[in-house]
């Protein structure tokens, strides 16, 4: 059972799971707040839920001290752009459609890692799947409507998920350069109190602060997704920071984020509900993710 628990699969599995459940958490805190403070309060929460795990704070602000630069980078790429451009497309786009487009973040992680990392090179064949999965994405963007005030708005929001996915595959790659450098809890701790500091004192200056006179609904919608992020981020960069995990092989497990996260979006917000061509385009992307783990797997034996 421990070896069970302790599997890169199986917490891979469990990360992807948790993530899944922000798109309806989000959408339902965004009715009392802006975004950008939503995320803001978000993230520094939950690098401050992680601090105690890291057992000792002079190791903790050590770590900083020794790697400054590298905090900083992963705060900015793995927080500030990809919640900023996250929460900004999502309050745009339907939930069922942003876990779509995020579910496809699988793919431009590989793309990510071509290009910055030597031992992670696209094939032919990986190539193959990562263009039937953007066929995915352009299939629901054209279902959205190109040539309509509303449609045009969708495509636009789709687009700005799109660079949020680019930016957590840079995120990914400098977590996974760093292997061994910096322990996952700290890493992940400083990474969510300095990007959501960050992106709090942005967002003061671009939207309205409404305080904290919300319903209950805003606080347990706050508590759920600062307890996933800080769950779900300290898995992830202990993966990435294991020497066997390659950065795109690890991120295809995120093909189950865009199905589980469709679907508590449909169930838990009243006015989504799935739409034939939204669900060929979530299957078409969940395919040629399947496919690329399948290259993965052949190439491995």
């Not at 190791?59 to 900083?64: E, I, L, M, S, V």
């Not at 092989?249 to 589980?260: A, E, M, Q, V, Y």
């Not at 469709?262 to 969940?286: H, K, N, T």
């Amino acid at each position: 059972m421990k070896k069970l628990i302790s599997h890169t699969y199986f917490l891979a599995i469990l990360a992807c799971l948790l993530w899944s459940t922000a798109f309806a958490g989000i959408k339902i805190g965004l009715q009392y707040t802006t975004p950008l403070q939503f995320a803001g309060i978000r993230f520094f929460l939950a690098g401050l839920l992680i601090l105690p795990l890291t057992k000792n704070l002079k190791r903790f602000f050590k770590a900083f001290a020794q790697n400054p630069w590298l905090i900083v980078k992963v705060s900015v790429f793995q927080t500030v752009i990809l919640y900023s451009l996250f929460y900004w497309g999502i309050s745009i786009v339907p939930g069922a459609i942003t876990a779509i487009i995020i579910g496809s973040q699988p793919l431009f992680a590989a793309l990510v890692a071509n290009f910055m990392q030597k031992n992670d090179k696209l094939s032919l064949k990986k190539f193959g799947t990562i263009s039937l999965g953007i066929t995915g994405i352009i299939l629901i963007a054209y279902h959205k409507g190109w040539n309509t005030e509303n449609g045009v708005e969708t495509v636009m929001g789709m687009g700005i998920l799109i660079l949020a996915n680019i930016s957590s595959g840079i995120g990914n790659v400098f977590v996974s350069k760093q292997k061994g450098k910096i322990p996952a809890t700290i890493l992940s701790s400083w990474q969510m109190i300095l990007g959501g500091l960050t992106i709090f004192l942005i967002s003061l200056s671009l939207e309205p602060f409404n305080g904290f006179n919300h319903p209950a609904p805003y606080f347990i919608s706050l508590a759920w997704l600062s307890f996933m992020s800080a769950t779900a981020f300290t898995i992830w960069f202990l993966l990435l920071q294991r020497h066997s995990v390659l950065v795109s092989d690890l991120n295809i497990w995120k093909f189950i984020i865009p199905i589980f996260g469709a679907f508590l979006s449909w169930v838990l917000l009243p006015d989504e509900q799935p739409e034939l061509i939204p669900v060929i385009g979530m299957v078409i992307i969940g395919v040629s993710l399947v496919l690329y783990s399948i290259i993965n797997r052949k190439n491995r034996a």
